[in-house]
């Protein structure tokens, strides 16, 4: 058996991107290389481990923490994390008292220079609509249940200001390097549907 014989079909979105880009491609619209540079570039040099190296570092340096809570489009840039989705950028902080959730009712702005592509489910009017009407029942579908006493606050992102959740700090963690910090640190704790925990 070839490797090819055990990977899953490809869906019908699938073979019409590939047919769109070889048909594209043989007519010189679009040239491959460039194709696979920006592809290359969305897989491997953005997404939520950049993100995640954010967090880890303001978990474990509070003059950063505290730079990236006054200005993050600023503290970002000086990293180099920057671009046309995320040129204006808010980092909100968790905390006992509130929980922060992000969504972009409009459409599906989003971090991409922090976080990569967004999840096809925050792009899903569903999620849209229920991250404003009812959102700890939204974060209840996602398995996060927070205590009746803590806030939720909603964040709607749009073309001009792009929101990134700082999530709590988990206990236990005080040991725990940035690299290893990076570990614990998911897309969905910088969007505000779940939480960094160590229990992955």
């Given at each position: 058996?070839?490797?090819?014989?055990?990977?899953?079909?490809?869906?019908?979105?699938?073979?019409?991107?590939?047919?769109?880009?070889?048909?594209?491609?043989?007519?010189?619209?679009?040239?491959?290389?460039?194709?696979?540079?920006?592809?290359?570039?969305?897989?491997?040099?953005?997404?939520?481990?950049?993100g995640?190296?954010?967090?880890?570092?303001?978990?474990?340096?509070?003059?950063?923490?505290?730079?990236?809570?006054?200005?993050a489009?600023?503290?970002?840039?000086?990293?180099?994390?920057t671009?046309?989705?995320?040129?204006?950028?808010?980092?909100?902080?968790?905390?006992?008292?509130?929980?922060?959730?992000?969504?972009?009712?409009?459409?599906?702005?989003?971090?991409?220079?922090?976080?990569?592509?967004?999840?096809?489910?925050?792009?899903?009017?569903?999620?849209?609509?229920?991250?404003?009407?009812?959102?700890r029942?939204?974060?209840?579908?996602?398995?996060?249940?927070?205590?009746?006493?803590t806030?939720?606050?909603?964040?709607?992102?749009n073309?001009?200001?792009?929101?990134?959740v700082?999530?709590?700090r988990?206990?236990?963690?005080?040991?725990?390097?940035?690299?290893?910090?990076?570990?614990?640190?998911?897309?969905?704790?910088?969007?505000?549907?779940?939480?960094?925990?160590?229990?992955?």
């Amino acid at each position: 058996m070839t490797e090819s014989s055990h990977r899953a079909p490809l869906s019908d979105v699938q073979l019409r991107v590939r047919a769109l880009e070889s048909l594209l491609t043989e007519k010189g619209v679009v040239n491959r290389e460039t194709l696979d540079g920006i592809v290359d570039h969305y897989e491997n040099k953005v997404g939520p481990h950049i993100g995640a190296a954010i967090v880890a570092r303001a978990w474990t340096d509070p003059e950063f923490k505290a730079r990236l809570l006054e200005d993050a489009s600023a503290t970002l840039a000086e990293q180099g994390y920057t671009g046309i989705e995320g040129s204006h950028m808010v980092v909100v902080e968790n905390t006992d008292a509130v929980h922060n959730l992000v969504v972009c009712t409009l459409c599906s702005c989003y971090p991409w220079p922090v976080l990569g592509l967004p999840p096809n489910w925050y792009k899903s009017t569903p999620f849209r609509a229920k991250a404003v009407r009812d959102p700890r029942g939204l974060l209840r579908e996602f398995g996060l249940e927070l205590p009746e006493e803590t806030a939720v606050r909603v964040w709607d992102s749009n073309a001009e200001i792009r929101y990134l959740v700082l999530p709590k700090r988990p206990e236990g963690t005080e040991n725990m390097s940035e690299a290893e910090l990076q570990e614990i640190v998911t897309r969905d704790s910088m969007v505000g549907t779940g939480q960094a925990t160590l229990e992955q």
